[in-house]
């Protein structure tokens, strides 16, 4: 850390201190943002500062907000660095809980922390509503966020380098804004399958088509719409089956969303009068419906593949 920012942040420090602790009492404090480097004491000065103001002043606080940035420049940062920018904000963390209770916003950057710091800060940061993580690792590649929280409504992740991340299940839907194509195609330039499972029905899926962008080489896309299971749906029948990936698939989707499916009943096309005096010009693509019982348990076993608790027997060829 260079000595022009060492000085630049025990001056936000000292100023804050000032402010917060020998300003008026008769001038109400509404927002509150604050952006200073990870350094150990300067932070404790801001933090101590601001959970005093809180004590004093909390029915008055609207927002507050912390902006903490890491003491070395992005690309100076080992990953030992980040590793300790971790440490060091746990520390401030730890130190100044009652601060963190009363953010609303907070953007963290260029850190690396265990897998459980995450989560505990959120769960202690009772009034936040925006959480940025930007360049952030876990020791594990998974986020695992568990935590219900009343307030939070924003997460933002950038640059994180995370396999997965696992949301709670919350009565409000989570929306996800992709990254931009530009960014995710060397990470998606070779995918060619693409399955979307239980998209919200009634919400824009508009979003999707980002995948045809970020992805050159999709060949196959899949999206399910369904806004909660269906427990009384028991029959579905069929006429006109076809042994195609749009009939199949389309059973599949219904077979995963009636848990209480009893019976599929498929049958061939129709053979109406009319049909018999249609133009001989015009070719009709001959029915592929399955005569033999081997054809039909082989088409039970492709209908069922990789469904849970999916039973072949209730599936039925109609003649």
Same mark, same amino acid.
């Given at each position: 850390?260079?000595?022009?920012?060492?000085?630049?942040?025990?001056?936000?420090?000292?100023?804050?201190?000032?402010?917060? =602790?020998?300003?008026?009492?008769?001038?109400?404090?509404?927002?509150? #943002?604050?952006?200073?480097?990870?350094?150990?004491?300067?932070?404790?000065?801001?933090?101590?500062?601001?959970?005093?103001?809180?004590?004093?002043?909390?029915?008055?606080?609207?927002?507050?907000?912390?902006?903490?940035?890491?003491?070395?420049?992005?690309?100076?940062?080992?990953?030992?660095?980040? +590793?300790?920018?971790?440490?060091?904000?746990?520390?401030?963390?730890?130190?100044?809980?009652?601060?963190?209770?009363?953010?609303?916003?907070?953007?963290?950057?260029?850190?690396?922390?265990?897998?459980?710091? @995450?989560? !505990? @800060?959120?769960?202690?940061?009772? +009034?936040?509503?925006?959480?940025?993580?930007?360049?952030?690792?876990?020791?594990? #590649?998974?986020?695992?966020?568990? *935590?219900?929280?009343?307030?939070?409504?924003?997460?933002?992740?950038?640059?994180?380098?995370?396999?997965?991340?696992?949301?709670?299940?919350?009565?409000?839907?989570?929306? *996800?804004?992709?990254?931009?194509?530009?960014?995710? #195609?060397?990470?998606?330039?070779?995918?060619?399958?693409? =399955?979307?499972?239980?998209?919200?029905?009634?919400?824009?899926?508009?979003?999707?088509?980002?995948?045809?962008?970020?992805?050159?080489?999709?060949?196959?896309?899949?999206?399910?719409?369904?806004?909660?299971?269906?427990?009384?749906?028991?029959?579905?029948?069929?006429?006109?089956?076809?042994? !195609?990936? !749009?009939?199949?698939?389309?059973?599949?989707?219904?077979?995963?969303?009636?848990? !209480?499916?009893?019976?599929?009943?498929?049958?061939? +096309?129709?053979?109406?009068?009319?049909?018999?005096?249609?133009?001989?010009?015009?070719?009709?693509?001959?029915?592929?419906?399955?005569?033999?019982?081997?054809?039909?348990?082989?088409?039970?076993?492709? @209908?069922?593949?990789?469904? *849970?608790?999916?039973?072949?027997?209730?599936?039925?060829?109609?003649?």
């Amino acid at each position: 850390m260079d000595a022009i920012r060492i000085h630049m942040n025990a001056a936000v420090s000292d100023a804050t201190d000032n402010i917060l =602790n020998f300003r008026n009492q008769e001038i109400p404090l509404r927002q509150l #943002s604050i952006t200073f480097y990870l350094k150990y004491y300067d932070c404790l000065t801001i933090g101590k500062a601001v959970a005093r103001a809180r004590a004093t002043h909390s029915h008055k606080l609207d927002s507050a907000e912390f902006i903490i940035l890491p003491e070395k420049k992005l690309q100076y940062c080992t990953i030992d660095d980040r +590793r300790r920018n971790g440490k060091q904000l746990m520390t401030f963390f730890d130190a100044c809980t009652d601060a963190f209770a009363g953010l609303t916003r907070l953007h963290l950057r260029n850190l690396k922390l265990a897998e459980t710091d @995450i989560p !505990n @800060i959120i769960a202690t940061c009772k +009034r936040l509503e925006y959480l940025r993580l930007s360049m952030c690792q876990t020791e594990d #590649s998974v986020l695992q966020l568990q *935590v219900e929280h009343p307030r939070l409504v924003e997460l933002d992740i950038s640059s994180a380098g995370l396999e997965l991340v696992e949301l709670p299940t919350e009565p409000q839907t989570i929306w *996800v804004q992709p990254e931009c194509p530009k960014l995710l #195609s060397p990470v998606l330039q070779n995918l060619q399958v693409l =399955n979307l499972d239980e998209l919200p029905e009634g919400r824009d899926i508009a979003w999707t088509c980002f995948f045809l962008e970020a992805a050159p080489s999709l060949k196959e896309m899949c999206i399910t719409v369904w806004d909660h299971w269906h427990y009384n749906l028991t029959k579905l029948t069929i006429y006109g089956f076809q042994p !195609n990936e !749009n009939f199949m698939g389309y059973i599949r989707h219904v077979m995963e969303a009636a848990v !209480n499916l009893e019976d599929i009943s498929l049958y061939d +096309r129709k053979v109406l009068e009319c049909c018999e005096v249609l133009d001989p010009k015009i070719e009709v693509a001959p029915s592929r419906y399955p005569q033999t019982i081997e054809e039909q348990e082989l088409l039970r076993k492709q @209908i069922i593949e990789g469904l *849970v608790m999916a039973s072949p027997h209730i599936i039925h060829f109609r003649s």
